[in-house]
């Protein structure tokens, strides 16, 4: 069992930053490739950006490439979402996903756990 817990959201305006974290327990967390998903009122949820489990590969939807930039910390058990130039069309919740030994882009459906998620909304 693996459990995630996202912080760092919050109220921002348009062109604002915001560093989202994630805390994870439980079991070996360099084991895990850890995404970021969004879902915004009424769409499905959606990829945002993904860390390998070996931390040497980054992925991202290309509608944040070059605005948003994901981290891990193994030894703080810790991956990060670092958002710069939001737009109101980043406002969603976001949340924190883990699949062990993965490392390449997720769909929803190749999730082994979830976070509870952390609600960004960015003011135009």
């Known amino acids: 069992q693996v459990q995630l817990v996202e912080s760092g959201g919050g109220l921002v305006q348009a062109g604002g930053s915001l560093r989202l974290s994630c805390a994870a327990s439980g079991r070996s967390f360099s084991w895990y490739g850890m995404g970021w998903f969004r879902q915004a009122p009424g769409k499905e949820r959606e990829f945002v950006a993904g860390i390998g489990w070996r931390g040497s590969s980054t992925y991202y939807a290309d509608s944040v490439k070059g605005r948003f930039t994901v981290a891990r910390d193994n030894a703080g058990n810790t991956v990060y979402l670092q958002m710069s130039s939001l737009k109101p069309e980043d406002t969603a919740v976001y949340y924190c996903?883990?699949?062990?030994?993965?490392?390449?882009?997720?769909?929803?459906?190749?999730?082994?756990?979830w976070g509870r998620g952390t609600q960004v909304t960015v003011s135009s």
């Open positions: 996903a883990a699949k062990a030994w993965w490392d390449s882009y997720f769909s929803p459906n190749d999730v082994d756990y």
